[in-house]
C-alpha cells in the first residue's frame, strides 16, 4: 500500500467487535476475566488498551518497524528509550537537540548514571572519534531543531552497527512522510506527536517505534513499568491527526517553499536555514534521504533588526512554542524553546540570540506571506 493509503488503512483501522470504521475511544481501566485462569488480550489499560495499541500499529506500519509505543509526550517516549540504558553507559547525542532532550540528558538521565557525549553528528569522522567500549547508543534529530541540520542516516546507522551501538532518531521535523530512518538503519524512531502526527495543535503524545522485535519486547516492558501512556482519548485524537498526514504535508511544504523564497529576496533577512536549498552544504543528503523538505524554516535578521521587534507585529502568526500545526507558528528559540540551554553553548551551537524559527501553517500562501511582509515593513 502506498504511504497515503497507510496513513488511512494501517495498523488496527476498524473495531474488530462492532466494525465501526472510526476506532472507538475504550476508556476502561479494567477488564473482566470470566475464569481465573482466562487468557486475555486486554487486562488493565496501561499494560495494553485496544484504542492506544489502534495508534501504536499505525505507527509501526508507518515507520516500517516491527512495534510502536505511545506515551503521554514526546518526552516521556525519549524518556523510555533513554531507560533502555544502565548506568555507566555512555550516548552520543547530537549537537542540536530539542531543548528538552537536552535537559533531560543533562539533568535527569546524569544523575542516574547515564554519561552525554555531545557531537556535530554531520561530522562523521566526530561520530567514529567519539566511540569508546562504554557508548551502547547514538541519538539524534534530522532535520535538527532549530538549526535544521542535516545528518547522513545510513552513514551513522554503519558506524553504530559496526560498534553494537543502538541508533535513534528524532523524526519529529521529517514526520514519517518524508523520511525513515528505520528503513536506513537506525534501530528506534521517536516522536513528538504533539507536533506534525497530531498536527493540529490540541494534544501533548509521543511515540517510539523499534525495529527489532528485541527491542521491541524491551520498550514493552518499560512503557508498562514507567507507565506515562498516552491516553484512550488522545490515542484516538492522535490517530485522527495521522490520517491526513499527507495532504497536510504537501500543503505545508508548497507554502513553506513560497515563504523560503520570499525571505532570501528579503533585504530584513540575513541568513535562511532550510534543508531543502541547493545552496546548504548538506543538500545531497536531505535530498537522497528525505522524500520532501518539510515546512520548517529558520532565519536571522539582518544586522539592524531586531527579531523581538518583528516577532511582536505579526498578526495572523502565532508567536508559540511547538510546531508543525495547521497554524503557522514562529519563535524565537533563544528564548523560547532552547531557553533551557546555558548561553554559551546555545551560542557555540550556532542559536543566535536574534535566530528566528517559523513552522509554516496550511493557511493560504498568500496571508502567510502579506503578514511577514507587513511585519518587516513596521522594522524600518
Ligand atoms: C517537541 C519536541 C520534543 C518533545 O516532545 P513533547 O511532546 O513536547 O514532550 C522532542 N523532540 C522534538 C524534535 C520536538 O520538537
Not at 355 to 371: H, N, P, T
Request: no cysteine; aromatic share 8%.
Amino acid at each position: 500500500m502506498k504511504f497515503d493509503s497507510k496513513l488511512i488503512h494501517g495498523g488496527i483501522n476498524e473495531d474488530e467487535e462492532t466494525g465501526a470504521v472510526s476506532m472507538p475511544i475504550y476508556r476502561a481501566s479494567t477488564y473482566h476475566k470470566p475464569f481465573l485462569n482466562s487468557k486475555l488480550k486486554w487486562e488493565y489499560s496501561r499494560s495494553g488498551n485496544p484504542t492506544r495499541a489502534a495508534l501504536e500499529s499505525l505507527m509501526a506500519d508507518l515507520e516500517n518497524g516491527n512495534a510502536a509505543f505511545a506515551f503521554s509526550s514526546g518526552s516521556a517516549a525519549i524518556h523510555a528509550v533513554f531507560s533502555l540504558l544502565s548506568a555507566g553507559d555512555e550516548v552520543i547525542i547530537g549537537k542540536d537537540v530539542y531543548g528538552g532532550t537536552f535537559r533531560l540528558a543533562n539533568q535527569v538521565m546524569k544523575r542516574f548514571g547515564l554519561n552525554f557525549t555531545v557531537v556535530d553528528t554531520r561530522n562523521l569522522d566526530e561520530v567514529s572519534a567519539a566511540i569508546n567500549s562504554n557508548v551502547k547508543a547514538i541519538y539524534l534529530e534530522t532535520p535538527t531543531n532549530p538549526l535544521l541540520e542535516i545528518s547522513d542516516l545510513a552513514a551513522i546507522a554503519e558506524i553504530a552497527q559496526k560498534h553494537d551501538a543502538l541508533m535513534i532518531v528524532d523524526n519529529t521535523f521529517a514526520s514519517p512522510y518524508n523520511q525513515k530512518p528505520l528503513d536506513l538503519g537506525a534501530d528506534i524512531v521517536v516522536h513528538s506527536g504533539t507536533k506534525y502526527l497530531g498536527g493540529h495543535s490540541d494534544l501533548v503524545a509521543g511515540i517510539a517505534v523499534a525495529k527489532s522485535e528485541k527491542i521491541a519486547e524491551q520498550l514493552a516492558f518499560l512503557q508498562n513499568s514507567i507507565g506515562a501512556v498516552l491516553s484512550p482519548d488522545d490515542s484516538w485524537l492522535l490517530m485522527r491527526g495521522i490520517k491526513t498526514l499527507g495532504a497536510r504535508m504537501r500543503v505545508h511544504e508548497d507554502n513553506a517553499q513560497a515563504v523560503v523564497k520570499y525571505l532570501l529576496d528579503s533585504k530584513y533577512v540575513k541568513k535562511v536555514m532550510y534543508p531543502g536549498l541547493e545552496t546548504n552544504p548538506s543538500f545531497s543528503i536531505a535530498k537522497r534521504q528525505m522524500k520532501g523538505f518539510g515546512a520548517m524554516i529558520s532565519f536571522e535578521l539582518a544586522g539592524q533588526y531586531r527579531a523581538e521587534e518583528f516577532v511582536n507585529r505579526l498578526h495572523m502568526i502565532s508567536l508559540a512554542e511547538s510546531l508543525g500545526g495547521i497554524e503557522s507558528l514562529i519563535e524565537v528559540p533563544a528564548v523560547m524553546t532552547h531557553g533551557s540551554i546555558p548561553r554559551e553553548i546555545r551560542l557555540k551551537n550556532g542559536i543566535s540570540d536574534g535566530l528566528i524559527r517559523l513552522s509554516v501553517g496550511i493557511e493560504d500562501k498568500e496571508d502567510i506571506l502579506a503578514d511577514l511582509d507587513q511585519a518587516f515593513k513596521t522594522l524600518d
